[in-house]
């Protein structure tokens, strides 16, 4: 049972239509999870320079802001936590998952509802784990790309998304342009996999599977434009 649960993991990526509908009569999620943490902590240890360029940037244009009075004092605090960010980007890693993957289950239970599918909160845990197999590793490859990057093109929450996707066409407006960054392969690869899964999965018609996706990436794309909208 447990190599099945790895098996059906590795068809959610391979063969969706099938891991789904081995999902819907044997649901299972424990290996999915594993695989999801290990996939999310990977990308976060490869893109670690990136991260902590970033915040070096963000810190510094936030210090220049400051009255020259409290400049020396939050050098100070910023530089006692330094130490600390290598330990706290693994525990968000092995954390961050699991929040994610409750807020989607939510989100897949309100959907089947709403769509007359089949409301189960059960299955929408198992859709959000076993789904995320996409997500996972599109992070892991745009990491890859992050890492191999000049840190000196790194200068926004939009630079560091690597893989192609319309915000690139966009230089002039961070939010409109972390919106589209929303929409990268990986994301499009990943919402195509949830829309197959609501359907096969929690019972929605092909209309209300496509709709609740479209949905699933407008808040996305809100929260990546109010990501790039923060930046420096």
């Given at each position: 049972?447990q190599?099945?649960?790895l098996?059906?993991?590795?068809d959610?990526?391979?063969?969706?239509r099938?891991?789904?509908?081995?999902?819907?009569?044997?649901p299972?999620w424990?290996?999915?999870?594993?695989?999801?943490l290990?996939l999310?902590?990977?990308?976060?240890l490869?893109?670690?320079?990136?991260?902590?360029?970033?915040?070096?940037?963000?810190?510094?244009?936030?210090?220049?802001a400051l009255?020259?009075?409290e400049r020396l004092?939050?050098?100070?605090?910023?530089?006692?936590v330094?130490p600390m960010?290598?330990?706290?980007?693994?525990?968000?890693?092995?954390?961050?998952?699991?929040l994610?993957?409750?807020?989607?289950?939510?989100?897949f239970?309100?959907?089947?509802?709403?769509g007359r599918?089949?409301a189960?909160?059960?299955?929408?845990?198992?859709?959000?784990i076993n789904s995320?197999a996409?997500y996972?590793i599109?992070?892991?490859?745009n990491?890859?790309l992050?890492?191999?990057?000049?840190p000196?093109?790194?200068?926004?929450?939009?630079?560091?998304?690597?893989?192609p996707?319309?915000?690139?066409?966009?230089h002039?407006?961070?939010?409109?342009?972390?919106?589209?960054?929303a929409?990268h392969?990986g994301?499009?690869?990943y919402?195509?996999?949830v829309a197959?899964?609501?359907?096969?999965?929690m019972?929605l018609?092909?209309?209300?599977?496509?709709?609740?996706t479209?949905?699933?990436?407008?808040?996305?794309?809100?929260?990546a434009s109010?990501?790039a909208?923060g930046?420096?």
């Open positions: 049972m190599l099945q649960g098996a059906t993991y590795l959610v990526v391979i063969a969706p099938r891991a789904f509908a081995r999902l819907a009569g044997a299972t424990g290996w999915a999870a594993l695989c999801g290990a999310t902590l990977v990308a976060v490869v893109s670690e320079r990136a991260q902590l360029h970033l915040l070096a940037l963000g810190e510094a244009h936030r210090l220049a009255p020259p009075g004092s939050e050098r100070i605090a910023t530089a006692q330094a960010r290598p330990a706290l980007f693994v525990i968000g890693a092995l954390v961050a998952p699991w994610y993957w409750s807020l989607l289950s939510v989100f239970f309100l959907a089947a509802a709403i599918g089949q189960r909160l059960g299955s929408a845990w198992v859709l959000a995320y996409p996972g599109a992070g892991v490859i990491a890859l992050v890492a191999v990057a000049d000196a093109s790194l200068t926004s929450a939009t630079s560091v998304v690597r893989l996707s319309p915000g690139w066409l966009v002039d407006d961070p939010r409109l342009a972390g919106f589209l960054s929409y392969v994301d499009l690869w919402l195509a996999i197959l899964a609501l359907h096969t999965l019972r018609s092909w209309l209300a599977a496509l709709l609740a479209v949905a699933l990436s407008l808040l996305f794309g809100l929260f109010l990501a909208g930046a420096p």
